[in-house]
Nanobody, 126 residues
Framework: VQLQASGGGFVQAGGSLRLTCAAS????????IGWFRQAPGKDREFVAA????????SYPDSGKDRFTISRDTAKDAVVLQMNSLKPEDTAVYYC????????????????????WGQGTHVTVSS
């Protein structure tokens, strides 16, 4: 499977961005799709994930209130809606896939995800 993240850009603090993860070469219905981010000089961290089949989503406690992950079934894409952005949200955002055969909540950690896209840059100015 090939994943392509898009929708990044420059935004002022308090603004919103909508990131999209599109896939080719596979079937979304068999995957968990996760969003991760990596800020300069920091480790990559989990942002949100969704089970495409069930719609169950996982979030870290720190980002649950401002970020929402969802499925766009018409476009075979996963969307990350980011609101009330802060300068500390500045990072490269990646989407990743993890094969699943069930309806479970997706993993909220990097380890199980084995297919990664190239990332999209998000810069939030103060």
């Amino acid at each position: 499977v090939q994943l392509q993240a898009s929708g990044g850009g420059f935004v002022q603090a308090g603004g919103s961005l909508r990131l999209t993860c599109a896939a080719s070469g596979g079937f979304f219905s068999r995957w968990h799709i996760g969003w991760f981010r990596q800020a300069p000089g920091k480790d990559r961290e989990f942002v949100a994930a969704i089970n495409w089949r069930s719609g169950r989503a996982s979030y870290p406690d720190s980002g649950k209130d401002r970020f929402t992950i969802s499925r766009d079934t018409a476009k075979d894409a996963v969307v990350l809606q980011m609101n009330s952005l802060k300068p500390e949200d500045t990072a490269v955002y990646y989407c990743a896939a993890h094969t699943t055969a069930d309806w479970s909540f997706p993993p909220a950690r990097e380890g199980p995800y084995d297919s990664w896209g190239q990332g999209t840059h998000v810069t939030v100015s103060s």
